[in-house]
């Protein structure tokens, strides 16, 4: 959303001196031309932002989903070792912890995250697949969802 915003801004004040230029019939450097461009990508990156993400936990598994951003993720339970709502460090380059929803697979196999969201843990490899805070739903209701459809492998 912070892109969006700066995007929007430069092609604002690019915009703005592109007009001015014209009013004053004078020459102008070809890359203001960007600026319109500029303008209307940073709209798209803005309304793609507000884009609902959207999260099932059913008897099929776990899937998550976020269209603007190219994200989908669907696990079935049988794909799953283990799965956890557990506080832990937060990934690379970020500071503190969160509580975040966590997939063990069965060998390790990255079901679609950023590596840098990988967790190693007594020999056993887990993913961050989201943040809590992230969802609408409080951890005592992700909880109670995963108890229902994952009992046998939630912990």
């Not at 430069?10 to 004078?26: H, M, R, Y």
């Not at 609902?52 to 776990?62: L, S, Y």
């Not at 709502?85 to 995250?113: C, F, I, Q």
Request: charged share 20%.
């Amino acid at each position: 959303m912070i892109a969006a915003i700066i995007a929007i801004v430069l092609g604002g004040v690019g915009t703005a001196l592109v007009i001015g230029w014209f009013d004053q019939g004078g020459r102008m450097p070809v890359l203001f031309l960007a600026s319109p461009v500029l303008v209307v990508f940073g709209i798209v990156l803005l309304v793609n932002s507000f884009r609902p993400f959207a999260m099932r936990i059913d008897e099929r598994g776990i899937l998550l989903k976020h269209s603007a951003k190219k994200v989908r993720v669907a696990l079935g339970w049988q794909y799953i070792a283990h799965v956890s709502v557990e506080e832990l460090p937060k990934p690379k380059g970020e500071k503190g912890t969160a509580t975040y929803l966590t997939v063990w697979p069965h060998g390790g196999a990255n079901p679609g995250v950023p590596q840098d969201w990988v967790i190693q843990r007594n020999g056993w490899v887990g993913y961050r697949l989201i943040d809590v805070e992230d969802i609408r739903e409080d951890k005592e209701q992700l909880s109670a969802a995963l108890s229902r459809y994952a009992a046998p492998i939630f912990r």
